[in-house]
């Protein structure tokens, strides 16, 4: 419904077959994104921002490293399940930002095997009026898999409104956040494991569980040292692959 309302009122200024800067396009066009996940309990959609922020008069401020800043991130407190980039051409690095979001969930349940073979983000695309939705996980091994929605764009004309799937390409999104809130929220541990969090609830380093299994994912920069001389240096890389 925002979506409808938000674009009629550019379609009745004729504002839609123009050429835009980016940051008009961002708050003409694609605010509406920020209340698709309005339903989500606490989850917003949030400019972002340094981490490591420090006051200029204070202390000299350090730059955010290449690739890592985006225009909008999906946040749930501390939690980031996704992020999403504006501008005129697809010329942006987000698989990277998905892996350190995807690494930083992977820790809130100890890298829990069984959750980080259905863990993923995503990433949105936004260049003018048209969408990509970029989804990452990790369903084997050391690897983390990006896919690729094809491009969806809004209508340029109201006659064309009906033909616009950018509305579902954004439910999409908006129920693969809420299902991995579920995920990580969701308490699968026994009896034993309770008791044995509650003895180490002092302890400086706790041990993990011993009857769960962990993956140790490397970081986006960082590449998996193995025994096997076969396997490749990149297999600590991001891999994309395209969708049809």
Not at 66 to 88: L, V
């Amino acid at each position: 419904f925002a979506f409808s309302i938000h674009t009629l009122q550019e379609y009745e200024s004729n504002t839609l077959t123009a050429d835009h800067l980016k940051l008009w396009i961002l708050v003409h066009i694609w605010s509406f994104t920020d209340k698709v996940f309005n339903d989500i309990e606490e989850v917003k959609m949030v400019s972002k921002k340094n981490r490591e922020r420090a006051v200029p008069e204070v202390i000299d401020m350090k730059r955010n490293a290449p690739g890592r800043r985006g225009d909008m991130i999906i946040r749930k407190i501390t939690a980031e399940f996704g992020c999403a980039e504006t501008d005129r051409k697809f010329e942006g690095k987000r698989p990277n930002m998905m892996k350190d979001m995807f690494n930083q969930l992977c820790e809130t349940f100890d890298q829990d095997e069984h959750k980080t073979r259905k863990l993923e983000t995503i990433g949105s695309l936004h260049a003018e009026l048209m969408m990509v939705l970029l989804r990452l996980d990790s369903s084997a091994g050391y690897v983390c898999r990006v896919s690729r929605s094809k491009p969806f764009s809004i209508a340029t004309h109201i006659k064309e409104f009906g033909k616009t799937l950018v509305i579902s390409l954004t439910w999409k999104a908006n129920k693969i956040v809420e299902n991995m809130i579920c995920l990580i929220e969701t308490d699968e541990s026994n009896e034993e494991d309770q008791l044995r969090r509650l003895q180490d609830i002092y302890d400086v380093t706790p041990l993990p569980s011993r009857k769960r299994k962990r993956v140790d994912l490397p970081t986006s920069l960082d590449t998996p040292k193995s025994k096997s001389s076969k396997l490749s240096k990149s297999s600590g890389r991001v891999k994309e692959i395209s969708l049809v």
